[in-house]
């Protein structure tokens, strides 16, 4: 009864998510070019991705190509329920030269757009090219009450007087691996596999089902009883490929804030790629491993892991 309770939301989130990617499915059906990214809404207005930045849906993101004649070719397109974008392009057209910016936001955090950001080609293979494009800001018109005030308009206490006692010497012991939640840290799947590691598995447990991680969907292709651990060691075919890259972009997004795709982006792909055709499935497969490898856009991201204490 207890894994059911706990089952529960995981596969009311995979409903919603069927519900909102069965369009871009068709829609992409027929396309070899795909740009992605993702809008934040800039809560603190300090024009960076931070903690208390979130994913914004309503979103309007157009890509602004320009032309050998001088005039401009833009798509448009809104971001999701998780602040994700997808622009699907017929052919295989040089992006190159083309940036992504934020033209329009929902009244809660609309009132001006960060930076543009240019286009960073992935891949090209098996006649589709992908682009992925750095975070996009869109801010509201003030900071909310949640972000930080200035240093200076907290009044600076005076530090506490120094303790005199000495404490009773104690057995040394281990330390803890240090606080990386909120480091940059990407780790490829066989680090996850391994005891030395075994402490940083947050949220989720080796012994979880893949149904309950990513919903109906993965369920239907994977069986109810597959554990994320099983899911770990897939190989030799693409839709194992798929799932061992998914699990490991997900145990990546429970472990550092900064990953590239959020907790419900991966689940949100992961859900569209199995809906899709195969060229889906690879495509998503090589999205991950690419996060997961830490090359994000033109920046690289190192696996942040210590080896627990014993």
């Known amino acids: 009864m207890e894994r059911l309770k706990d089952a529960f939301m995981p596969l009311f989130l995979s409903c919603i998510i069927l519900f909102v990617t069965e369009q871009d499915f068709w829609r992409s059906a027929s396309a070899t070019t795909l740009v992605t990214g993702t809008v934040y809404c800039d809560q603190c207005k300090d024009g960076e991705r931070s903690f208390f930045d979130y994913p914004l849906s309503g979103a309007t993101v157009a890509v602004t190509c320009g032309g050998s004649d001088g005039a401009a070719t833009v798509y ?58 750095e975070p996009l800001l869109s801010e509201p018109a003030k900071p909310t009450e949640v972000c930080p005030r200035a240093a200076t308009l907290w009044p600076v206490q005076p530090p506490p007087p120094p303790i005199r006692w000495v404490p009773t010497p104690l057995l040394p012991s281990p330390p803890p691996p240090a606080i990386t939640f909120f480091e940059a840290s ?125």
């Open 76 to 133: 448009k397109e809104e971001t999701n329920w998780f602040g994700s974008y997808s622009v699907y392009l017929d052919g295989s057209p040089d992006l190159g030269g083309c940036y992504a910016r934020v033209v329009g936001g929902p009244a809660v955090c609309g009132a001006a757009a960060g930076p543009a950001r240019g286009l960073t080609l992935l891949f090209r293979m098996f006649g589709m090219t992908m682009y992925a494009v």
């Open 186 to 310: 990407a780790c490829p799947y066989y680090k996850w596999t391994m005891v030395e590691y075994k402490c940083y598995w947050r949220m989720v447990s080796p012994d979880t089902p893949v149904a309950i991680a990513f919903g109906p969907v993965a369920a239907g292709r994977y069986g109810a009883e597959t554990t994320l651990w099983e899911a770990l060691q897939g190989r030799r075919d693409v839709y194992r490929t798929l799932l061992r890259e998914g699990t490991t972009s997900l145990l990546n997004s429970y472990n550092s804030l900064s990953f590239y795709y959020p907790t419900l982006s991966v689940i949100d792909l992961m859900n569209r790629a199995l809906l899709g055709s195969q060229q889906e499935v690879v495509l998503a497969a090589l999205r991950f491993r690419r996060a997961n490898s830490g090359a994000f856009g033109g920046d690289s991201v190192a696996c942040n892991f210590t080896p627990c204490p014993t």
